[in-house]
């Protein structure tokens, strides 16, 4: 439940859940049959020692992996292991640890690629939508990178790649958006611009699950966080009550 400005509480609408849900790799169990809640409309955290199965949980979630077991749901529609294309239909985005873009693509081109279903070679074709091109400039100067258009996504610093993958992420306009470590290689200025981002897409009724390791971040970013160790959920709720919570300081610090 959650509480308003008038005192009144309502009830929690949970978007994307898993039930049971694994996935090893040879003898190693990434994900362990992991039962989680994240909370639609909210910005959720993800977080957990490295290695904990957080973006394993990310891969099969969003059709990028199969699980070996368990259930994925999504506004209570089954999405178990059904391929990544059919899940960005239902509505949920995703960037990566490792930030993928097309190097020796232009920032625009970039862009245009998150929504085509054509070939690279007709991509780079005179002949493109305008509507589509319109929209590719009205998110590049919302994340900032508007003067990059044309340059080359490998001649842009990585901070900039990663505003890039985001706005490539809004140009399906995904209703819910998962963001697997955002500040991750990126320096104190573009992480403000992130969040800052991140708050504002929010307000407008975009959801969020970022996984991140940078708890300041983290705890000031978001409405629930989940912690994961060893591939399971150990504790969920506000940041003010899981960053005391004795479990996670076990799984961060061994204490």
Known sequence: ?????????????????????TKSFGGVRAVDGASVQFHHGKVNALIGPNGSGKTTFFNCVTGMIKPDSGTATYLGQDITGKASHRIARAGIGRSFQLCRVFPRMTVMENMLVAVRSASLRHLVAPARSSAEVERARELLTRVGIDHLENSEARDISYGQQKLLELAGVLMADPETIMLDEPAGGV???????????????????KTFIVVEHNMDLVMSLSDHVVVFDRGRQICEGPPSVVQNDPRVLEAYLGI
């Open 1 to 21: 439940m959650t509480e308003t400005a008038t005192g009144t509480t309502t009830a929690t609408r949970i978007g994307l859940a898993t039930e049971g849900l």
């Open 187 to 205: 320096n104190p200025a573009l992480i403000d611009r992130i969040a800052s981002l991140v708050r504002d897409l929010n307000a407008e009724g």
